[in-house]
């Protein structure tokens, strides 16, 4: 198995690197003076100076650096090399972005639509391959510095809105974006471009931006087309014909599956690393590239990628069915559901469940035999022959069904009236398809599911489609979601045996964004909290204030110190007890998590604490392939998929604190249109910085084999479907719930404080 990490090889472990003190002045000035030459870079409290190519003597005064053990000079020096020995040896290719450093292909067989445009447009307009480069250091048995290599696709456009203009082409509500080149960057970096608005007017050769800042006037010679799909194919529509717009577009979508490729992917990465890295004799025998300063300081990089080196083996967990745990099932929670129903079958209290149902009068018949196979199964299917009562182990299901003459927001709120008592345990609702995708505040999808749930009651949605083509597959999915919704745990997993108390705690958050302008103000932000056993099951959520940013943070411990407290009462914690608490979050802002978790530590006196903050992104550059997959077979035997993806758990330990874990291979692909499947990375935060650790050192729970393995095992708790998700189930039901408020907090009269009482404990946003 393949790591797109290709080794850096320094074999010194400290050199010697001139330097000043820093002063912004002084920073200006050296590159002012000799920035064709030299680099310069700060650190702390100094200015350090790496001379590539000048004669220039008495700058600074040397200075030892560690190669490992000050990782920030190296990582910063090894970029500027790189740098400049890139413009020595590629003179036309410009930058985009130093880092990650960017750039795109130029030549023609890397722009899918070169052939398809214009004489006029070619090398104005493209889809090209766009290559990124950052600068990592890992430490398995020993640290390594290397490149990640990756590769995507981007729209380039060079015409400015002046040409664009002149032409005749409108540009009134279009996006548009304001280049700028940086000082002393010119035929260095390309020039920065910052989404600032949408057109307004255009008067002369200035034009009118609606900008979070009011309106603002920007010369046209220095504003581009934002590079979405929607502008690109209206200006080729403009500039060509609709047919030929629609036929570029064509291209792009029919090229997708082939540039999403894993082999091909794997193939490119290797060319441009040797492209990099390596060059060719007189001989055809291909040897390393040496980059060097004057200064002493060189390397080598690797240019095949690195095998992977430091892994585990991540069990698929046992599903449990019961509280004893005898009743289990180590293939899949499907089985076990058919075998032994669900695991809170004796505690279950809504046991006679009755659902509010609504369908379009055109489509009862289908929908009402749909409700039938829902409740009773399909006698002849293999994984539905139950249904929903008797796979559940319900007494009894019963329907109330009102038919619409027509989709309409009003015949919908008619049909759910304002129930004082008696009101149903849960809504099924047909609706179209198209409804979900529906913009703007007006969204009936959206409307609707804020009145179910400000009344308490969940909805399950089905599409008209999805009622017509109904099958097992559907139904097995749709009944395990409602059970979820009523507050039902299907299935555990098996808990650690440990005398430690343990609660894991999901961590997301949204922001209140206006729009995604430049200077757009992130003014409040949304908190979600869910919690979790560590056997998987689902204790409660919390969805806390809107708050201005600088509040979150205390509303956050608010949120935290009030779960607590209701699962000290309902566990019946003893004084003195340990409790491990693991947070599961998707980014850390700086050590402020760490401050409010101490504070919390210091109110909570009686119990012996000890925490965890955990991220879990796909926000990373690592790309693992497996030479030796083949493929499966696609549905219908159809060609292959999954061709160099690595099996779902393998995985890679970067570091101590950091490992990367593939959770989609071959085998769960549903199709090669998916392309790679970026494994997703597990670290174990520690504050940084200056940040005074030693009150809190003591507290911090490290161990991130175990860390790894639970998350691997909380995969298996989606309850959207049987199949293990991408995302353990903490950051998925934070990640749900904070999608679907942000959009409910758009409906007039949504009142969020209604997720705090019946439906605290009950998965309402699956």
């Known amino acids: 198995m393949k790591l797109n990490f290709f080794p850096i090889n320094i074999d010194f472990d400290e050199y010697t690197l001139n330097r000043e003190p820093f002063t912004l002045e002084r920073l200006a000035e050296l590159r002012r003076l000799h920035n064709h030459t030299h680099s310069f870079f700060r650190n702390g409290d100094d200015i350090y100076i790496s001379n590539k190519d000048g004669d220039e003597q008495g700058i600074g005064t040397p200075a030892s650096v560690k190669t490992f053990l000050q990782p920030e000079i190296t990582s910063s020096l090894i970029k500027h090399i790189f740098f400049r020995t890139f413009k020595d040896r590629f003179p036309t290719k410009i930058p985009v972005d130093f880092y990650p450093f960017t750039f795109f292909s130029e030549q023609v067989k890397d722009d899918i639509i070169y052939q398809f445009l214009p004489q006029s447009l070619q090398n104005i307009l493209g889809y090209k391959k766009v290559i990124e480069l950052q600068l990592r250091l890992i430490d398995a ?137 390596a060059a060719k004799d007189e001989h055809g025998v291909r040897t390393p590239i040496l980059f060097e300063n004057k200064d002493g ?24 069915f019961d509280p004893a745990a005898v009743k289990t099932e180590s293939s899949n929670p499907d089985k076990g559901l058919s075998n032994f129903g669900p695991y809170d079958s004796i505690n279950f209290d809504t046991k006679s469940p009755h659902f509010l149902c609504i369908c379009h009068k055109d489509n009862r018949g289908a929908f009402a035999t749909f409700l039938a196979e829902l409740k009773d199964g399909i006698p002849t299917s293999k994984y539905f022959k139950k249904g929903l009562q008797k796979k559940y182990d319900l007494k009894s299901i019963s329907y109330t069904i009102v038919e619409l003459s027509v989709y309409d ?135 806390a204030r809107d708050v201005l940013y600088e509040e979150y943070f205390d509303e956050l411990l608010r949120s935290l110190k009030n779960s607590i407290q209701k699962l000290e009462k309902e566990q019946g914690w003893n004084n003195g007890d340990t409790i491990r608490l693991i947070f599961h979050i998707f980014k850390p802002i700086k050590n402020v998590e760490f401050e409010v978790i101490s504070r919390l530590v210091t109110e909570i006196k009686h119990y012996k604490i000890q925490f965890a903050f955990v991220t879990i992104s796909k926000s990373h550059p690592y790309i693992l392939f497996d030479t030796q997959q083949p493929g499966l077979p696609k549905y219908g035997g159809n060609g292959m998929k999954g061709e160099y993806i690595p099996n779902r758990g393998s995985n890679v330990f970067l570091d101590s604190n950091t490992c990367i874990v593939q959770m989609f291979g071959a085998r769960e692909l549903k199709t090669d249109l998916h392309g790679m499947s970026n494994p997703i ?76 009482y019946k439906l605290k404990r009950k998965k309402w946003f699956l």
């Open 297 to 320: 300081f060189s390397y080598t990089v690797d240019y095949l990628p690195v095998d992977v080196f430091n892994s585990i083996e991540l069990k698929t967990p046992t599903f449990i």
């Open 681 to 756: 990375q597990i670290r174990v935060r520690v504050p940084q910085g200056s940040f005074d650790s030693g009150s809190i050192d003591h507290l911090l729970f490290s161990d991130l084999t175990y860390i790894v393995q639970q998350i691997y095992s909380f995969t298996y708790l989606s309850w959207r479907s049987f199949l293990p998700a991408e995302q353990p189930a903490t950051m998925l039901y934070s990640t749900l719930m904070s999608k679907l408020l942000s959009r409910l907090r758009k409906v007039d009269g949504w009142d969020p404080d209604s997720l705090n």
């Open 141 to 277: 048995k020993k640290p390594i510095f290397g490149f990640v290599i990756n590769v995507r696709r981007n729209w380039v456009f060079l015409k400015t809105c002046e040409q664009l203009v002149s032409e005749g082409f409108q540009l009134k509500n279009l996006d548009v974006v304001h280049s700028e080149v940086l000082p002393g960057l010119k035929n260095v970096l390309a020039p920065n471009e910052e989404f600032v608005g949408v057109v307004q007017e255009v008067l002369g050769d200035k034009a009118k931006i609606e900008t979070n800042n009011g309106v603002v006037e920007y010369p046209l010679s220095e504003l581009f087309l934002r590079k979405t799909r929607f502008n690109i194919a209206t200006y080729l529509s403009y500039a060509t014909s609709t047919t030929k717009s629609e036929e570029i577009l064509r291209v792009v979508d029919s090229k997708k599956t082939e540039l999403l490729n894993p082999k091909k992917l794997h193939s490119e990465i290797l060319k441009i690393s040797e492209s990099l890295f």
């Open 409 to 543: 927001f009003g015949e919908y709120i008619k049909a759910i009236r304002d129930y004082s008592g008696n009101k149903p345990d849960g809504a099924i609702i047909e609706i179209p398809g198209e409804w979900k995708e529906i913009r703007g505040e007006g969204n009936p999808y959206y409307r609707i599911k804020a009145k179910l749930l400000s009344l308490e009651i969940p909805v399950q949605y089905i599409t008209y489609d999805k009622v017509r083509g109904s099958n097992e597959y559907i139904l097995n999915s749709v009944a395990l979601q409602i059970y979820a919704k009523l507050g039902g745990t299907p299935w555990v997993l098996p808990s650690s045996r440990s005398v430690d108390r343990e609660i894991i705690i999901g961590v997301g958050h949204s922001w209140l964004r206006q729009n995604q302008f430049s200077g757009s103000a992130n003014t409040r932000v949304v908190g979600i909290t869910t919690f979790l056993s560590s056997d998987g099951q689902y204790l409660l959520s919390d969805k």
